[in-house]
């Protein structure tokens, strides 16, 4: 199996920064795509930003200019830097991944997510 696992969230002043970070462990033979989703009370679940192996990112036109979502390949580590932060962003933050358990078995895993709450 996989796990993903945040950490990261808490509380934050409007204007203010988070980094966001989710470590995959298991039987991890490689992994695609990763992501950071987030869920406000009374909302459905939103992409906030991915990040394909290479490297190449695709964020919510919301967060553009505003957060980064980067990926450490050695570590099965995605993280994502948030700035400028708006008390409309308070939510759990979901981390997703597409990972191989083998060379021809595919699955998507989510983690448990971590809180983030904006308010002065």
């Known amino acids: 199996q996989v796990q993903l696992v945040e950490s990261g969230g808490g509380l934050v002043q409007p204007g203010g920064s988070l980094r966001l970070s989710c470590a995959a462990s298991?039987?991890?033979?490689?992994?695609?795509?990763m992501g950071w989703y987030r869920q406000a009370p009374g909302k459905q679940r939103e992409l906030v930003a991915t990040i394909t192996s290479g490297g190449t990112t695709n964020y919510a036109d919301s967060v553009k200019g505003r957060f980064t979502i980067s990926r450490d390949n050695a570590k099965n580590t995605v993280y994502l830097q948030m700035n400028s932060l708006k008390p409309e962003e308070t939510a759990v933050y979901y981390c997703?991944?597409?990972?191989?358990?083998?060379?021809?078995?595919?699955?998507?895993?989510w983690g448990q997510g971590t809180q983030v709450t904006v308010s002065s």
């Open positions: 298991g039987s991890i033979f490689s992994i695609h795509a």
């Open positions: 997703k991944s597409t990972v191989l358990t083998s060379p021809l078995l595919r699955g998507d895993y």
